[in-house]
């Protein structure tokens, strides 16, 4: 196993850095061979089969394209939960676990109806259904590809939702009932973005999911917004992911659309990431 992981870290080392090749490295082999981190440090000196090693060069070759390692594993770890994922969704983040465990850990009351907008691989919607006491949760894409594989992680970690195809920016507000809670991580990164961005995220992840036009940043969070003005009871509330760049801009628009209060949270590394509005009984349009 010795010659292996030098193997691997020797042809990851133009790529990405030190820390990173370490975590790669352990993920492979556990992948490939079925190894956890504590297994590979006491069978070190194990000798990796033929078809191991040339496993290990598959993955390898794909990591060195940049390829995310979640997408090659087909596999990420949210809220404590597994997730299969694939290029037609987005790999979720640890800062969007970070507000999902914020939310979890507010919205205590039992049998909350919940709308998930841009499910994607469904993260959230299965993450709420589980662990929100009686909640009944419906979720939306546009994607075929993303709903496909929603509906396939609601299946392995045992809830039910209600899925359904929809373009959120075409489909009008009487097409949805009423809900308690609207959460959604809708795109937000500005097409100017894309220069900065990794190769791993701009090659391989969707960007009908990331991106959106220049001149119009909020396009996603205005619809959203106008949506949960209908369609939230009173006392209802939203949790939108935002672009930092774009977080008082956000809290601005649901001011204005009569939300109160509204809050601008950050992540753990202080970034602007999500806003919490809820929607007063003097504003709720379901009376």
């Known amino acids: 196993m010795n010659e292996t992981t030098v193997y691997i870290r020797e042809s990851l080392q133009p790529i990405y850095p030190p820390e990173e090749i370490r975590s790669l490295t352990r993920l492979v082999i556990e992948y490939v061979c079925g190894l956890p981190l504590h297994e590979q440090i006491l069978r070190k000196d194990t000798q990796l089969s033929s078809a191991e090693k040339r496993r290990v060069r598959e993955v390898v070759r794909r990591l060195e394209r940049a390829e995310p390692v979640q997408y090659i594993m087909r596999e990420v770890s949210f809220g404590g939960l597994s997730f299969e994922v694939n290029p037609s969704v987005l790999i979720?983040?640890?800062?969007?676990?970070?507000?999902?465990?914020?939310?979890?850990?507010?919205?205590?009351?039992?049998?909350?109806?919940?709308?998930?907008?841009?499910?994607?691989?469904?993260?959230?919607?299965v993450t709420l259904a589980k662990r929100l006491a009686g909640a009944e949760v419906m979720a939306v894409d546009i994607s075929t590809g993303a709903l496909a594989t929603a509906r396939r992680n609601a299946l392995r970690n045992r809830v039910s939702i209600t899925f359904r195809q929809a373009d959120i920016l075409a489909e009008p507000a009487s097409a949805f009932p009423t809900f308690d809670l609207i959460v959604s991580n809708p795109p937000y990164v500005k097409d100017r973005e894309k220069a900065a961005m990794?190769?791993?995220?701009?090659?391989?992840e969707p960007h009908q999911a990331l991106f959106v036009p220049?001149?119009?940043?909020?396009?996603?969070?205005?619809?959203?917004?106008?949506?949960?003005?209908e369609k939230l009871v009173e006392n209802g509330s939203l949790y939108v992911e935002i672009n930092a760049a774009c977080g008082g801009a956000v809290v601005k628009l649901l001011r204005q659309k009569g939300f109160c209060p509204v809050k601008l949270m950050q992540d753990l590394s202080g970034r602007d990431r999500f806003v919490i509005a809820h929607l007063p009984p003097s504003a709720s349009l379901n009376l």
């Open 198 to 204: 990794a190769r791993n995220v701009l090659d391989y």
């Open 92 to 125: 979720p983040r640890p800062e969007t676990e970070e507000w999902a465990e914020y939310l979890i850990g507010t919205e205590t009351a039992p049998g909350l109806r919940v709308l998930d907008i841009g499910t994607g691989s469904g993260c959230l919607a």
């Open 214 to 229: 220049d001149g119009d940043p909020l396009l996603f969070h205005r619809r959203i917004a106008g949506l949960a003005r």
